[in-house]
């Protein structure tokens, strides 16, 4: 439904640079080669579609109804890639204000952090860059990845998304935009997400033409 450039922005496709995380030190696992383990933050405005974007990854669910996150909500589900078992414990937190001093303490020992965002919303961007903020203001060593939701919504998209792919290569970071609905990009964005923090090649699609900076989880 929507075209190859979309996807190739993090593939490393002529549309746009590779995808890059920022450089930092690398956070720590206690967990053994064959069972690795990382924890995934999903931050954004109330309403993006964090949660039809977890439900659909960890259960393949959807649901037309709000879903409303109070605090935070998580799943747990493993993949397998490259030979090796990795757990991903996938975190929703919520954007409310009262919990705001609570959710910051969830952003420690993150490997990374997705930043959500509505394509169908007015002035995604703003709301883009206030989480971006957050997220390097309680953990400035977990990398950041835009991920674009309800591209099913695209006849009421609000700003193109050239617009959006400028500013993730301006702030070295990957992009993808997925559909919950329709099931599109979602098993690519946490396998780009996974294979990025783990150092591992990603089965999904050909090597990027440049290096990448990343966060590898150490294994003991």
Not at 33 to 51: E, N, P
Not at 143 to 163: H, M, N, Q, W, Y
Not at 204 to 213: D, F, I, T, V, Y
Request: aromatic share 10%; charged share 25%.
């Amino acid at each position: 439904h929507f075209p190859c450039w979309v996807l190739y922005h993090f593939m490393g496709g002529s549309a746009s640079k590779t995808a890059q995380t920022q450089s930092s030190e690398p956070q720590r696992s206690t967990r053994t080669s064959d069972d690795r383990f990382i924890k995934i933050l999903l931050t954004g405005t109330s309403g993006a579609g964090r949660s039809r974007l977890l439900y659909r990854f960890a259960d393949n669910t959807f649901t037309e109804s709000y879903i409303s996150t109070i605090g935070v909500d998580f799943k747990i589900k493993r993949l397998q890639i490259a030979g090796n078992s990795i757990k991903l414990q996938v975190w929703d937190i919520t954007d409310k204000e009262k919990y705001r001093t609570i959710i910051s303490s969830y952003y420690r020992g993150a490997h990374a952090v997705v930043v959500a965002y509505d394509i169908s919303k007015k002035d995604p961007l703003k709301d883009v860059k206030e989480w971006i903020a957050v997220a390097k203001q309680y953990n400035e060593n977990a990398p950041i990845f835009l991920v674009g939701c309800k591209s099913d919504l695209e006849a009421d998209r609000t700003v193109p998304f050239e617009t959006m792919s400028n500013f993730a290569d301006e702030q070295d970071l990957p992009i993808i935009e997925t559909s919950a609905k329709e099931n599109v990009h979602i098993e690519e964005t946490f396998t780009m997400i996974t294979c990025t923090v783990c150092d591992l090649p990603n089965p999904l699609h050909k090597p990027a033409k440049s290096a990448r900076k990343v966060v590898p989880v150490e294994t003991s």
